[in-house]
């Protein structure tokens, strides 16, 4: 796996380090109980309430965002969010083709307000697929 991280942080630069995962000599110096809080309050994958699990990305200077097909967002008000509730995740809805067709934190503001336009768009290019109406549960 590399150097390890008490080995390697005395370095010069980013190249010495070689194949040694910044983050992993970040994680390897937490207690287990900050290790804990980070998953807790920043986790890897969240899971929407139909089951699905989806990747957490975490870029910078971008707040926290996931991606999934529309369909798995049907019957939530808001964006899922990270730190205990007070970071809404921004949420790219995807149609069947896997391309962003609306990207928001406001889930409830979208049902009202974009959601029945885009539905009459994608249920002509789509029609095999199911797009309820506002309102509607699955």
Aim: charged share 25%; with cysteine.
């Amino acid at each position: 796996m590399g150097k390890s991280w008490s080995s390697s942080r005395s370095a010069n630069g980013l190249a010495a380090l070689g194949d040694q995962s910044i983050v992993h000599g970040v994680l390897e110096r937490l207690t287990p109980a900050q290790r804990a809080l980070l998953h807790r309050e920043a986790p890897e994958r969240i899971t929407l309430p139909g089951g699905r699990s989806l990747k957490v990305r975490y870029e910078e200077n971008r707040p926290p965002w996931i991606e999934s097909r529309l369909q798995d967002f049907w019957g939530m008000k808001s964006a899922p969010s990270v730190c205990g509730g007070r970071a809404p995740l921004t949420v790219h809805l995807l149609a069947p083709n896997r391309r962003a067709v609306q990207v928001t934190q406001d889930l409830a503001g979208f049902w009202e307000r974009h959601y029945p336009e885009l539905r009459r768009r994608l249920q002509r290019r789509y029609p095999k697929h199911s797009w309820p109406e506002p309102g509607c549960s699955r």
